[in-house]
């Protein structure tokens, strides 16, 4: 009995010690970013926190482009910047200006069957560059899930979610793209960085 005792408590001992130790590396993980008044990490980092923006990127103010989409539902473009990673994150903030809650429509993750498969998503989205006559759909990990804000089934009444989309990044000499949504609008959108 003394064996099995002592087993049980030195097992509960070293269950404790890696507890505390998980715990204290966990909390010495938070807070990231840097102060340069860009949003923390990529689109993997965002999808680990479940879409969630970080804080500085709700303090956008300007906002590039507005696109009305169907039933009071509105996009409002407040940032697209290029990235030494050869992309483009386009930040904004969807909308229910309507006077009662809706569902978002499907067509939004467009069409393709790998999208569709991952949920409900922005993936839908493509930037449009006029001068070099090409179109650039929202980027995709090696699981096929869209760079984009997933997972909006629903807005309520004056509600604001805030969203993000990563495309491939248009030559360096392209400064003005158009972006469109399914079912929305299409607005035009100036590229800085």
Not at 4 to 23: E, K
Not at 185 to 193: E, K, L, P, R, V
Request: proline fraction near 5%; glycine fraction near 14%; hydrophobic fraction near 30%.
């Amino acid at each position: 009995m003394s064996v099995r005792f002592t087993t049980r408590a030195r097992s509960r001992a070293v269950a404790l010690v890696v507890a505390a130790g998980l715990a204290l590396g966990v909390a010495g993980c938070g807070g990231g970013g840097d102060d340069d008044g860009k949003p923390e990490g990529t689109a993997s980092t965002s999808q680990e926190r479940g879409s969630e923006p970080s804080a500085q990127e709700n303090e956008a103010t300007e906002t590039l482009a507005e696109l009305r989409g169907p039933d009071g539902l509105l996009l409002q473009v407040t940032s697209a910047e290029r990235d030494d990673g050869g992309f483009v994150t386009v930040n904004g903030t969807l909308k229910n200006d309507s006077d009662k809650s809706m569902n978002l429509p499907a067509q939004l993750s467009g069409n393709e069957t790998e999208v569709i498969r991952n949920g409900r998503s922005l993936g839908g989205a493509t930037l449009v560059d006029s001068k070099g006559k090409k179109r650039y759909y929202v980027l995709r990990d090696t699981d096929g899930r869209p760079l984009t804000t997933t997972g909006i089934t629903g807005i309520k009444s004056g509600e604001s979610v805030p969203v993000f989309m990563q495309f491939p990044a248009p030559p360096t000499d392209t400064v003005e793209v158009s972006l469109q949504l399914p079912m929305f609008a299409s607005g035009t959108i100036q590229i800085s960085g």
